[in-house]
Nanobody, 125 residues
Framework: QLQLVESGGGLVQPGGSLRLSCTAS????????IGWFRQAPGKEREGVSY????????HYADSVKGRFTISREKAKNTVYLQMNSLKPEDTAVYYC??????????????????WGQGTQVTVAS
């Protein structure tokens, strides 16, 4: 069974940093487009950042542009989300997901087929 696992969440003060990791069991992430999404209480799930299967294309939501960086380490079958200058409004459960069907990078959760269970990120003083 294809399964993604997120890690690296936690409690951090405003202005701090966290690095989230997304790994997979049962398959390699290296062939697929990967997205990071988040969902805060009472809000819809939103896309945060995406990386294409070739690693040539990345995309960021305007709210995180310049603060978050997505990257992939193929040798470790892992996709990272480096989050700097964190703000209280970044507080959410963060999910990674894999799009195994699309030939081009798709923005938005609809085309993503496999999801992790999420990791909580809380930004508070």
């Amino acid at each position: 069974q294809l399964q993604l696992v997120e890690s690296g969440g936690g409690l951090v003060q405003p202005g701090g940093s966290l690095r989230l990791s997304c790994t997979a069991s049962g398959f390699t992430l290296n062939y697929y487009h990967i997205g990071w999404f988040r969902q805060a209480p009472g809000k819809e799930r939103e896309g945060v950042s995406y990386i294409s299967s070739s690693d040539l294309s990345t995309h960021y939501a305007d709210s995180v542009k310049g603060r978050f960086t997505i990257s992939r380490e193929k040798a470790k079958n892992t996709v990272y989300l480096q989050m700097n200058s964190l703000k209280p409004e970044d507080t959410a459960v963060y999910y990674c997901a894999a799009d195994v069907d699309s030939t081009t990078l798709v923005i938005g959760p609809g085309e993503y087929d496999y999801w992790g269970q999420g990791t909580q990120v809380t930004v508070a003083s």
